[in-house]
């Protein structure tokens, strides 16, 4: 199978390096809606001040168990790609990106995509961690189907049908 995975919230830990740039005593469990800058009580346009940053994106840590996960997908057989939103105002997003999912996840130029619409995307399971995404992709038909990574800001979403839950990715690749 081809098994397009997303970056943010599923291989990066995103919410971890806003966190960090904050400095502000908040935990991951805090973000508890997609709005991080609502669920924070951030300004508008924080967000996109701390993300824009050089070497914000390069920095973000890789979340636990990620790497394993995608190694045993791979040593499954299928083919593993990164499917990843750019946040599109930031000049420095798309080079950090590509270098960090190559550096990280040994990811080659053939299995990264960066694109804003991701029902353009035609493999046959797509785990994310935006439920709006997740659930429009499974609500195509073809036979597709996405994977919710559970986390604090999808965890009160309705899925639909061809949406599974899981609890990490690693699940996915068990
Ligand atoms: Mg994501």
């Not at 997003?93 to 960090?100: D, Q």
């Not at 996840?105 to 399971?125: E, M, P, W, Y």
């Amino acid at each position: 199978m081809i098994i397009a995975i997303d970056c943010d919230g599923v291989l990066a830990d995103f919410v971890g390096g806003v966190l960090d740039a904050l400095g502000a005593a908040h935990t991951h469990e805090d973000v508890v809606c997609w709005d991080i800058e609502l669920a924070l009580g951030l300004k508008r346009g924080a967000l996109a001040g701390i993300v824009s940053r050089p070497g914000w994106v390069a920095s973000l840590r890789p979340i636990d168990g990620a790497r394993d996960a995608v190694d045993a997908l791979r040593a499954a057989g299928h083919r593993v790609v990164c499917v990843t939103t750019p946040w599109h105002t930031s000049p420095h997003w798309h080079r950090e990106r590509h270098a960090w999912l190559e550096r990280e996840f040994a990811f080659n130029s053939r299995d990264i995509v960066q694109c804003g619409d991701k029902s353009l995307i035609n493999t046959h399971v797509l785990c994310e961690d935006n439920t709006r995404t997740a659930n429009a992709f499974a609500s195509r038909g073809d036979r597709r189907r996405a994977v919710l990574i559970d986390a604090p800001w999808n965890r009160r979403d309705a899925i639909v049908a061809g949406v599974t839950r899981v609890a990490s990715l690693a699940e996915v690749a068990r």
